[in-house]
């Protein structure tokens, strides 16, 4: 669900958008702090980062437009095969990177011992199953997740699909059929929002609402794509702050459950693909330049690192059941160590590991 147009030197003369990049940090961080919050406040109702959960429509999005901004007029010449392992390289070493740490996070919770119940064959099973994107929704405890020991993988898994509908049918549409292909998701959307009464559009992660990650990634990719094909780059001087101050404006958007069929597809349909276009248009500044740069380096290993330590987390609120008091302690400081475990782990696991890989197949 996370690009970046350094995947080669078949881009390197393409434009850079540092803003862009710099967001999916910031949106990788509220991602991390929303699913922390959201186990120790679970009435989201009470939830100050109720909706944080749209950050991934957010990322789909985006995603979206820097792929045919990096793809479209490249996609015949590199091919399919080309193609497939440029965007392997670039996303699955932290599959499987996040697979690793979501199995020794299983094995040694400190508060559970879910081992001793699904046995050496179930585990594997888990693991093989997180490690090559194949949803195995097999554990209750966990919700019955996608993918058990590493939850934030099921949207990997839908990023993989637009990745293959767009070198095979999406890249050769047209402007008129992919504005049609938007407007189809964008009905399935406000479908979605409104076929269950006080839900919202946060399905797509488990068996129970796997369908709606397709419906999510169908309207938010395509629209994505849509904001570059029509040039929907709006110039401004908002800088990666400014834009930034917009972004968390959707995140912290007060949740209800009377209203949430309104308001979240009006932030989804909408309000993402118009912060895309100001954040692709808005004007870079030098003094930000370091914060951008590590704001966006981080944020895809960020994402795939940090929830197999929210299993932890919620093991550790289920059984000891600390107070509040305590959690606004714990919190913070877990969210800090994750972002300096991802930067640790991009600097000497990803960051080399995607140099080899491409020296060896590229």
Same mark, same amino acid.
């Given at each position: ?92 070493? @932290?599959?499987?990177? /996040?697979?690793? !740490?979501? +199995? =020794?996070?299983?094995?040694?919770? *400190? %508060?559970? #011992?879910? $081992? ?121 001087? @908002?800088?990666?702050? /400014?834009?930034? !101050?917009? +972004? =968390?404006?959707?995140?912290?958007? *007060? %949740?209800? #459950?009377? $209203? ?103």
């Amino acid at each position: 669900m996370i690009t970046t147009q350094k995947e080669s030197n078949l881009l390197a003369t393409k434009q850079h958008f540092e803003i862009l990049d710099g967001l999916r940090g910031v949106a990788a961080v509220v991602v991390v702090i929303y699913h922390f919050m959201e186990i120790a406040i679970t009435d989201y109702n009470k939830n100050f980062l109720s909706h944080g959960f749209l950050a991934v429509d957010f990322f789909f999005c985006l995603s979206g437009f820097v792929i045919a901004y990096a793809y479209d007029t490249r996609a015949e010449n590199i091919g399919l095969m080309q193609f497939f392992k440029l965007r392997l390289i670039r996303l699955h070493p @932290l599959v499987i990177i /996040g697979s690793i !740490l979501g +199995l =020794l996070t299983f094995l040694f919770d *400190p %508060y559970s #011992d879910f $081992y001793a119940v699904y046995g050496f064959g179930k585990t594997l099973l888990m693991f093989l199953a997180s490690a090559f994107l194949i949803p195995y929704p097999v554990m209750p405890e966990r919700y019955t997740n996608l993918f058990c020991l590493n939850a934030p993988a099921w949207s990997l898994f839908w990023e993989y699909v637009a990745n293959i509908f767009y070198i095979l049918v999406l890249y050769k549409l047209n402007k008129k059929m992919l504005a049609a292909l938007v407007f189809t998701g964008a009905a399935c959307i406000c479908y979605v929002a409104w076929k269950v009464p006080n839900a919202n559009l946060s399905g797509g992660w488990g068996g129970q609402n796997f369908w709606d990650g397709g419906v999510r990634v169908l309207y938010s990719f395509s629209a994505g794509m849509l904001v570059y094909r029509f040039n929907w780059i709006i110039k401004n001087k @908002l800088g990666f702050l /400014g834009v930034s !101050l917009l +972004l =968390l404006v959707a995140f912290l958007f *007060p %949740y209800a #459950d009377a $209203y949430n069929w309104i308001t979240e597809p009006i932030i989804v349909l909408f309000y993402f693909p118009l912060l895309v276009a100001l954040g692709a248009g808005a004007v870079v500044s030098e003094p930000l330049k370091k914060l951008r740069t590590l704001s966006g380096e981080i944020s895809y290993p960020l994402y795939m690192t940090h929830y197999p330590f929210v299993w932890v987390f919620l093991t550790y609120v289920a059984v000891v059941k600390p107070a509040m008091s305590t959690l606004w302690v714990v919190i913070p400081v877990s969210v800090t160590l994750l972002v300096l475990l991802a930067y640790l782990i991009m600097k000497f696991v990803d960051i080399p590991l995607r140099k080899y890989l491409k020296t060896k197949f590229l």
